[in-house]
């Protein structure tokens, strides 16, 4: 029985499998189980073909797997797109529409009143590095740019739970880590729980409660490496030995994810 006093995690996976079908099958998740409290701050990492975008995918209502359950906020996502703001790993922006309306589309989507999404997204803009490119439209920007756009896009969204499919792997260095630390500073402020697919190590450990590591397809989840460094976070933090030994910890993990036996469910939450 669950209680109903009880919030319903935020991110409710259980043994989710997945296979792609066509002339060779491609099993991309085995069993994965993958639970998440509201208001925490979770990593995904793992090899490239893992499965990482599809898990997003299933949990973001866009794909359906053949076993398992998926829920956002107790709510199955099974064909049921919209339940939590999704950047997907392309950035998707409308050629026909300039940065300001590509920006607010989702929430206009989502119902919010079209002057209202525009004006947030206007104010918005220069947070974003997007200063003067309002009226820009998707061609005239750079790839960089773009991912601003799309991940302004997905924070304008009205939704709690956020799942992002690496949207800083087009940045360079040093917009890299002022997008990061501006990220940390909205969950902190808002406090929505955040689904963080990376291939980078670092950026886990700086913005994570908790970083799941999975292993080469078929996906399943081998690794659940918590970082309980206080925040904020900064990128200063990361030449502490405390982070250092996080990172060949992760690393690692990585490194053995192929053979390692997966976890249970893995649960954000520190067992009681
Ligand atoms: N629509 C599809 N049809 C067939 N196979 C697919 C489809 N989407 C993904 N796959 C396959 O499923 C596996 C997992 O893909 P997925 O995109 O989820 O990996 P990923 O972990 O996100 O990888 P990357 O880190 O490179 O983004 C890959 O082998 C991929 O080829
Ligand atoms: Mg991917």
Excluded: Y
């Amino acid at each position: 029985m669950t209680d109903p006093a009880i919030p319903p995690p935020a991110i409710h996976v259980e043994d989710v499998t997945l296979t792609f079908g066509g002339g060779t099958p491609v099993r991309a998740l085995q069993d994965v189980s993958l639970r998440v409290e509201p208001g925490q701050f979770v990593s995904l990492v793992g090899p490239s073909g893992c499965g990482k975008s599809t898990l997003l995918r299933i949990l973001a209502g866009l794909a359906r797997p053949q076993r398992g359950e998926a829920a956002i906020e107790g709510i199955s996502a099974m064909g049921r797109p919209g339940l939590a703001a999704f950047m997907p790993q392309r950035d998707l922006l409308l050629p026909w529409r300039r940065a300001v309306a590509n920006a607010a589309l989702g929430a206009e989507l989502a119902g919010v009143p079209a002057a209202e999404a525009r004006a947030e997204a206007r104010r918005l803009l220069p947070q974003f590095g997007l200063e003067g490119f309002e009226r820009a439209w998707p061609a005239q920007l750079s790839g960089g740019m773009r991912q601003r756009l799309a991940l302004l896009r997905t924070c304008l969204l009205p939704r709690d739970v956020m799942l992002l499919d690496e949207p800083f792997g087009a940045l360079d260095a040093i917009t890299r880590r002022e997008m990061q630390q501006w990220l940390q500073a909205v969950w902190q402020e808002h406090r929505r729980t955040v689904l963080l697919v990376t291939h980078d190590v670092e950026e886990a450990l700086v913005l994570s409660d908790v970083v799941f590591v999975m292993s080469p397809r078929p996906g399943r989840i081998v690794h659940r490496v918590e970082v309980p460094l206080p925040r904020p976070r900064t990128s200063d933090d990361t030449a502490t030995t405390d982070f250092a030994a996080r990172k060949a910890q992760l690393l690692r993990a990585l490194e053995t994810a192929g053979n390692t036996a997966p976890v249970g469910i893995a649960s954000a939450t520190p067992p009681a």
